[in-house]
């Protein structure tokens, strides 16, 4: 088992997430977004220069956080942008040493019914996604956010029966949004129907604000979305893969002539791994 997490969300560049990574004594970052663009969007010369700093501080990008397929793209617009994401990041993955990306199902056809969501063309588009990466030794994780496979974990199941071979990333947090094609769930319920397909988490934590309608987000364990029993159940299985930590959590700043906006963020993400670690000790404790 190792750590990671989306360091972009500590900082805007590299050198500064590489500062939060190793501030938390971490060896990876799971790299989504650098300067605003996302790592298989950045240009060849300013991904050498990511890959230079990497290098120079001996951290390791462990999970691509792509755009591929994401909740922006929609199922009934042409397939190229995806496409072109996947063939990008191939060769960056191979690169870095990366052997995962996270990839989703596509945005939500709102209001539609399940038989006009467009099944047989999401699962044919999946496949030939997942054979990309799957042909070069990589492995493609899609995560249950904002898209098809997120809608419920009768959803993911489609996945696994259409796309063989096809592995996830569970968002702890996700299933605790209410949306209009998917209304508030159990995040136990839901990790539990896929738990077999798992192979990466993404941590968060929340609790719903029903008078604002938005997500309010803690630290882990603080929130609603039974993080700590997730982690119990999946470290006494056995667990050995990555756990990243995806704080989303909105700062407050209380005195901005002491600390800015920016140390308040990379402050927070190393507490929130900070916390993280020290959820994990208790529990490992308890299974004793």
Not at 179 to 204: C, G, L, M, V
Not at 254 to 262: A, C, F, L, V
Request: neutral net charge; glycine residues 6%.
């Amino acid at each position: 088992m190792y750590l990671t997490g989306f360091a972009d969300e500590a900082a805007v560049g590299v050198v500064d997430q590489i500062k939060a990574t190793k501030k938390l004594g971490w060896k990876y970052i799971e790299s989504r977004n650098i300067n605003g663009k996302n790592i298989h969007d950045l240009s060849d010369k300013e991904f050498d220069v990511v890959i230079d700093k990497l290098e120079e501080s001996g951290i390791k990008i462990n999970c691509f956080g792509s755009a591929v397929a994401n909740w922006a793209k929609p199922i009934n617009e042409p397939f190229d942008s995806s496409l072109k994401e996947a063939r990008r990041a191939i060769p960056r993955m191979k690169r870095l040493g990366t052997k995962l990306i996270r990839i989703m199902s596509f945005a939500v056809l709102n209001g539609c019914s399940i038989d006009k969501q467009m099944e047989e063309e999401r699962f044919r588009r999946i496949n030939i996604l997942c054979k990309m990466f799957t042909d070069e030794g990589l492995l493609p994780v899609h995560e249950n956010c904002m898209n098809y496979g997120g809608m419920g974990w009768e959803y993911t199941l489609r996945l696994v029966e259409a796309v063989p071979g096809l592995k996830f990333v569970f968002d702890t947090a996700n299933p605790g949004l209410d949306t209009p094609n998917s209304p508030r769930q159990s995040s136990w319920d839901f990790y539990s129907h896929i738990k077999e397909h798992i192979a990466y988490i993404h941590i968060k934590d929340m609790m719903w604000n029903n008078e604002k309608k938005e997500a309010v987000y803690t630290f882990p364990g603080e929130g609603d979305r039974e993080v700590k029993r997730i982690l119990k159940d999946l470290l006494s299985s056995g667990y050995d893969g990555g756990i990243s930590i995806e704080p989303h959590m909105k700062v407050v700043f209380h005195d901005e002539d002491i600390k800015s906006e920016n140390q308040a963020r990379f402050d927070n993400y190393v507490e929130y791994g900070h916390r993280l670690e020290k959820l994990i000790v208790k529990i490992k404790k308890e299974l004793k």
